[in-house]
């Protein structure tokens, strides 16, 4: 008796595939693999069908079945390494698709999906040598070139990636994710203008692409234009209102609005913690480091690690690099989290205070959470809040017994899983604050802040005002501009009103540019603030030159709501008076913990019209002007700001009783 041939239906099959009915093809496939079980296409293709349709397990059985029938059959290899990519068995998926690479070295696919399998196992060195490799050998794929990109950005910077991501563009025009990533890079660099005109080409490629309305949002940030900003980041939370980026930047920008309420503000983060609820119960994996279990005393150093993107050369390096080399070993063991792609001198630095140190950039959420997890810290320290990158939405899964914000942002996370938030008792004063924040508020004292000096800092230049009798006085402000309410440049011009021949010198990034520049002269004007009297400085490159500034200025003024910390430090230790509005809640009452800190409370006003007389009163003393000049570093010194290991006791003690708080005996 003749066997039946199955090639017609095998066909038909085929026929089905190609046309998209997946379903139909599945079992036609199946019907010729019960009638010929040594047909390879039947298995195969049978196997490629089921990881279509999402059945990973199934596409796993056929294609490993397949792959026996024709082991030299390197798109089957490939195919076999997706499906079990998908089923999360990277090490099964990377051996498929090194032998495919092995039977086919010149498949981009299998490099591709090779890329994929190292980024999920979090190495992202690998997926990005991976990427390029298979890029190279498909040069007209715009999405392999954009994915080049992206994994370039992610671990090696911006800076870095830039190249790439303009000649993406320029080789694929009509490509709308390449100019997002260009646009949000050029965001990143504070190239506002380019990005925006990039960003609205992509959106003019594709409307619908929502990472682009993302990176719009940033660039008005970068432009300081914060109300369309916001605007635009609502409009990306109401499509998808789980966006963590999007919903971390909008309350960044609410942060420098002077015409929201704490309430409002509390109001706002909490929405941010109802849309990223804390996970469920058993998906809470929190496995103590002592076997014994979580004791309120437990005989062994307690395990604090700290999640920043900032252990690096920046600010908040700054202030957390003392403690971290004054933590008491015998009581904590200290383990960093870098999320950054960029890591430095200051990096290395730190990383000599830490018995455990991880390089998160361009990590996947999953990647960090294991690794964390792994890590089984007892107290997880986010020193990010929502500024930039933040790891977050990892805090609302619970990865550690206690988790504590600290330092990095002036206001609450609104996560409910994040314990505790450390402060003082002038930034947050006690039974005034406490309603605004979804973390219990653990107070320093005297202080909730220790700072290093940069060791590049120049010597103490005296007032530009004592130069000659008919020189003015100079006051001025650091800050970032978007902290520039048009409340604090009325303020200011009040104040030079009140100070004849006096002017005001403003630095930040962006100050430089034309745009920008005429954007803010534009709103002083608004604010009866001459521009004539006013001089702006864009960035300028290293510490010491930026430092080297100060002695333009005789006078710094903090704005208002959201007071300057990192530039208040600075002012002081280049011997500038700073004059702060002192406000009720935490990010308007920074500078008044600062100031008492440098033992000069004297400079916090109570109310607008203390602070333009305060401030002429210190222009009106040009000789008293001398005195602080010359003595202000040595107030510092003798004061908490600088009392290092103090303050490192002091965070440690609070470390401990956050801890048994929690786990009491």
């Known amino acids: ?157 911006f800076a870095t990636a830039l190249p790439w991501l303009e000649e993406t563009t320029r080789r694929f025009p009509t490509h709308a994710a390449g100019w997002k990533n260009l646009g949000i890079a050029y965001a990143t660099l504070h190239q506002a203008e380019h990005a925006l005109a990039a960003l609205e080409h992509a959106l003019a490629l594709d409307p619908a692409l ?6 719009r949002a940033l660039a008005l940030q970068e432009a300081f234009r914060l109300p369309e900003a916001i605007a635009e980041y609502e409009a990306v939370l109401a499509r998808d209102p789980a966006n963590a980026e999007a919903g971390s930047a909008r309350l960044l920008c609410l942060n420098y609005a002077e015409n929201i309420s704490a309430t409002d503000l509390r109001a706002a983060h909490d929405a941010y913690g109802r849309a990223h609820p804390p996970a469920a119960p058993s998906s809470l994996v929190i496995a103590p480091v002592a076997p014994a279990g979580l004791s309120a005393l437990p005989s062994r150093p307690l395990r ?29 063991e200290v383990w960093l989290y870098h999320d950054y792609p960029v890591a430095d001198e200051v990096s290395a630095r730190l990383r000599t205070h830490a018995a455990g140190w991880r390089h998160f950039a361009g990590q996947p959420a999953a990647v960090v959470e294991a690794a964390i997890r792994a890590d089984a810290p007892d107290i997880l320290v986010d020193l990010a809040g929502h500024t930039g990158i ?28 994040m314990d505790f938030r450390l402060t003082d008792a002038l930034a947050d004063p006690p039974g005034e604050t406490e309603a605004f924040y979804t973390e219990k508020l653990i107070r320093l004292a005297p202080t909730a802040w220790t700072w290093q000096p940069p060791k590049d800092a120049p010597p103490v230049a005296p007032p530009p005002c004592l130069a000659g009798s008919g020189s003015g006085v100079t006051f001025g402000s650091f800050n970032n501009p978007a902290k520039l309410a048009d409340g604090t440049l009325r303020r200011w011009a009040a104040v030079l009103a009140a100070v004849p021949g006096s002017r005001l010198l403003l630095k930040g990034h962006g100050l430089d540019t034309t745009a920008r520049a005429t954007a803010l002269l534009a709103r002083c004007a608004a604010q009866g603030l001459d521009p004539a009297r006013v001089g702006l400085v864009g960035r300028v490159a290293g ?65 607008e019209e203390n602070f333009i007389r305060l401030a002429a009163t210190l222009a009106g003393d040009r000789v008293r002007l001398a005195t602080l000049s010359a003595g202000l570093r040595d107030d510092l010194c003798a004061g908490p700001l600088l009392d290092h290991a103090g303050q490192a006791r002091r965070l440690g003690t609070a470390l401990r009783a956050c801890w048994a708080e929690k786990y009491p005996a």
Not at 210 to 215: D, F, I, N, S
Request: proline fraction near 6%; glycine fraction near 8%; charged fraction near 20%.
């Open 1 to 157: 008796m003749r066997r039946p041939d199955f090639s017609t239906q095998l066909q038909e099959a085929v026929t089905h595939h190609r046309a998209g009915r997946l379903e139909p093809a599945f079992r036609l496939y199946a019907q010729v693999r019960r009638g010929a079980p040594g047909a390879f296409d039947a298995w195969h293709l049978g196997g490629l069908a089921a990881h279509q349709l999402g059945r990973h397990g199934e596409a796993e059985t056929l294609l490993t079945r397949a792959l026996k029938l024709a082991p030299r059959s390197a798109l089957c290899a490939m195919r076999l390494g997706a499906a079990q990519h998908a089923l999360g068995a990277m090490g099964s998926a990377a051996a498929s698709l090194r032998h495919a690479l092995a039977l086919d070295p010149a498949m981009a696919e299998a490099w591709e999906h090779l890329s994929l399998v190292h980024q999920s196992n979090g190495d992202a060195d690998a997926a990005l040598a991976a990427a390029q490799h298979a890029a190279t050998l498909r040069p007209e794929s715009a999405p392999l070139h954009e994915r080049v990109g992206a994994l370039t950005a992610g671990r090696q910077g």
């Open 210 to 215: 929502l990472a682009a309305r993302l990176g």
């Open 304 to 332: 604090v690690a700290f999640l920043s993107p900032d252990l690096r050369r920046h600010a908040v390096a700054s202030f957390v690099g003392p403690l971290l080399a004054h933590l008491d070993p015998g009581e904590f």
């Open 390 to 417: 933040n790891r977050l939405p990892l805090f609302a899964r619970r990865l550690a017994p206690v988790q504590i914000t600290y330092l990095g942002y002036p206001n609450t996370t609104g996560l409910a899983t």
């Open 543 to 607: 510490t010491a030159s930026h430092l080297e500034l100060y002695a333009r200025m005789d006078i710094a003024l903090d704005p208002f709501p959201y007071h300057g910390t990192t530039t208040t430090c600075e002012a002081l230790w280049m011997g500038r008076p700073v004059v702060t509005l002192a406000g009720t809640e935490h990010r308007s009452r920074v500078g008044v913990s600062l100031l008492h800190a440098a033992k000069h409370p004297e400079w916090v006003a109570e109310d």
